[in-house]
């Protein structure tokens, strides 16, 4: 990670605790996964536990809540700082409506809206949780069909690019179109366009086994981005 740029300074060791593990089972006829988990419950956050000189210290804070007071706490320093606070989110934790109540961006799972609100349409699910919420964007991912973004009150509807040389791996593809979208916002794009470059960035991804192996380079996106819009 340190290769990559990546600033480990807020990487911890915790005593006697087991790194957190995942076995993958991908269908090689598809590239579909299946993701059996172990997470060490000495490896939580508490609220006292969150590292908020973090808060300041980039123009987006990124998170999956599996420890929603530490990430609440972060996220109202966030905001309170002017850093833009994006969600990820697939699973119901305990307490995910007051982090919700301060996201600014959330892409979930196509599932996870019918779970979490009893509504099956997209769009009215995306409706309701900006309304509930306030998220200034909401969206959902769509697999292979591409992703669903409001964005205020005006939908981005964008399909998705077809995998070159097949799907070998989804592990990570939602991962990647966060990324993606991120990406693209903080590199000045509208949502259109980031929402195209997270699409591809899924894309690309699925191109080999591994949650990382194949994710594009800046130069690798651009020219596929090129080649196929």
Same mark, same amino acid.
């Given at each position: 990670?340190?290769?990559? *740029?990546?600033?480990?300074?807020?990487?911890? =060791?915790?005593?006697?605790?087991?790194?957190?593990?995942?076995?993958?089972?991908?269908?090689? =006829?598809? $590239?579909?996964?299946?993701?059996?988990?172990?997470?060490?419950?000495?490896?939580?956050?508490?609220?006292?536990?969150?590292?908020?000189?973090?808060?300041?210290? +980039?123009?987006?804070?990124?998170?999956?809540?599996?420890?929603?007071?530490?990430?609440? =706490?972060?996220?109202?320093?966030?905001? +309170?700082? *002017?850093?833009?606070?994006?969600?990820?989110?697939?699973?119901?934790?305990?307490? &995910?409506?007051?982090?919700?109540?301060?996201?600014?961006?959330?892409?979930?799972?196509?599932?996870?809206?019918? %779970?979490?609100? *009893?509504?099956?349409?997209?769009? +009215?699910?995306?409706?309701?949780?900006?309304? %509930?919420? !306030?998220?200034r964007?909401?969206g &959902?991912?769509? @697999?292979?069909?591409?992703?669903?973004?409001?964005?205020?009150?005006?939908?981005?509807?964008?399909? $998705?690019?077809?995998?070159? @040389? @097949?799907?070998?791996?989804?592990? !990570?593809? $939602?991962?990647a179109? %966060?990324? $993606?979208?991120?990406? !693209?916002?903080?590199? *000045?794009?509208?949502?259109?366009g980031?929402?195209?470059?997270?699409?591809? &960035?899924?894309?690309?991804?699925?191109?080999?086994? @591994?949650? =990382?192996?194949?994710?594009?380079?800046?130069?690798?996106?651009?020219?596929?981005?090129?080649?196929?819009?």
């Amino acid at each position: 990670m340190t290769d990559d *740029g990546v600033d480990m300074r807020f990487a911890e =060791r915790i005593a006697e605790a087991k790194t957190q593990i995942a076995f993958i089972i991908i269908d090689e =006829r598809t $590239g579909e996964r299946t993701v059996i988990w172990q997470r060490d419950a000495r490896l939580a956050y508490s609220a006292a536990d969150a590292p908020m000189e973090t808060a300041a210290m +980039a123009r987006v804070l990124h998170f999956t809540p599996h420890d929603t007071a530490a990430c609440l =706490r972060l996220a109202k320093a966030a905001r +309170a700082e *002017g850093t833009v606070v994006s969600l990820d989110l697939d699973n119901i934790f305990d307490g &995910v409506e007051d982090v919700l109540s301060n996201v600014d961006i959330l892409i979930s799972s196509a599932e996870f809206p019918a %779970r979490f609100l *009893g509504i099956s349409d997209p769009r +009215a699910a995306i409706i309701e949780m900006q309304s %509930r919420f !306030g998220c200034r964007v909401a969206g &959902v991912t769509l @697999g292979a069909s591409g992703s669903l973004i409001r964005c205020g009150d005006r939908f981005v509807e964008t399909e $998705g690019f077809c995998v070159p @040389g @097949g799907c070998q791996d989804t592990t !990570g593809a $939602g991962d990647a179109f %966060r990324v $993606g979208l991120l990406y !693209g916002l903080l590199s *000045g794009a509208d949502v259109e366009g980031s929402a195209l470059m997270a699409n591809a &960035v899924a894309a690309l991804k699925c191109r080999s086994l @591994g949650a =990382r192996t194949a994710l594009p380079t800046a130069t690798e996106l651009a020219e596929f981005l090129q080649k196929n819009v």
